[in-house]
Nanobody, 128 residues
Framework: QVQLVESGGGLVQAGGSLRLSCAAS????????MGWFRQAPGKEREFVAA????????RYADSVKGRFTISRANAKNTVTLQMNSLKPEDTAVYYC?????????????????????WGQGTQVTVSS
């Protein structure tokens, strides 16, 4: 079955960096748009970043542009989120997700309901 396993979360001071990784198995990785979402306590799950099947196109939420970088290695079935200049408002559980719909051939979705597979999440806490 499909598994997405996130790692790399933790506690960091404001201004610091973290690198999240997601290892995928049970799917043809290069046939999926991969995304990162986050959910803070009491808030809805929100889009962070996503990358096209080939890795040639990316999308970011306005709140993380210029600070976060998403990348993927199709040969290793992994997607990574490099997070720099972290702020306390970045504190959340971060989820890796996969979208293999036919639309994902041309569209990088930002809506969580478009993504069919999800990891269990990894906690990121940024202290002020």
């Amino acid at each position: 079955q499909v598994q997405l396993v996130e790692s790399g979360g933790g506690l960091v001071q404001a201004g610091g960096s973290l690198r999240l990784s997601c290892a995928a198995s049970g799917l043809t990785f290069s046939s999926y748009v991969m995304g990162w979402f986050r959910q803070a306590p009491g808030k809805e799950r929100e889009f962070v970043a996503a990358i096209s099947r080939s890795g040639s196109n990316v999308r970011y939420a306005d709140s993380v542009k210029g600070r976060f970088t998403i990348s993927r290695a199709n040969a290793k079935n992994t997607v990574t989120l490099q997070m720099n200049s972290l702020k306390p408002e970045d504190t959340a559980v971060y989820y890796c997700a996969a979208d293999g719909s036919s639309a994902s051939i041309v569209i990088i979705a930002t809506t969580h309901f478009t993504y069919e597979f999800w990891g269990q999440g990894t906690q990121v806490t940024v202290s002020s």
